[in-house]
């Protein structure tokens, strides 16, 4: 049964950091496109980042980009969202997903209408 599973949320310190995980199971991982995509409430669902399948490319969500970081280990069928310097708006439940590859666009962020197999979240508050 595919399976995308959300780890490592929590309150983190404003202007700190937090990483994380995306474990997949059920599929082969390798052979999708992963995005991070964030839903703060009252708010829609928004990209943040994606990554290709092998890893060698990734998006960025201007919000984000230059402090937060997306990378993937095929072997261990996880990806990870590294955020750093986090403010306020970053707060909000983390979602990943997958997308076939020929969907990949190299710039923007991920557009969650193009992503399947949801995981439940992982929520992240930033704290003061």
């Known amino acids: 049964q595919l399976q995308l599973v959300e780890s490592g949320g929590g309150l983190v310190q404003l202007g700190g950091s937090l990483r994380l995980s995306c474990t997949a199971s059920g599929f082969s991982f390798d052979r999708y496109v992963i995005g991070w995509f964030r839903q703060a409430p009252g708010k829609e669902r928004e990209g943040i980042s994606g990554?290709?399948?092998?890893?060698?490319?990734?998006t960025y969500a201007d919000s984000v980009r230059g402090r937060f970081t997306i990378s993937r280990d095929n072997a261990k069928k996880t990806a990870y969202l590294e955020m750093s310097s986090v403010k306020p708006e970053d707060t909000g439940n983390y979602y990943c997903?997958?997308?076939?590859?020929?969907?990949?666009?190299?710039?923007?962020?991920?557009?969650?209408?193009?992503?399947?197999?949801w995981g439940q979240g992982t929520q992240v508050t930033v704290v003061s």
């Open positions: 990554i290709t399948t092998n890893g060698d490319g990734a």
């Open positions: 997903a997958l997308q076939s590859p020929h969907m990949w666009r190299n710039w923007g962020p991920p557009h969650p209408a193009d992503f399947t197999s």
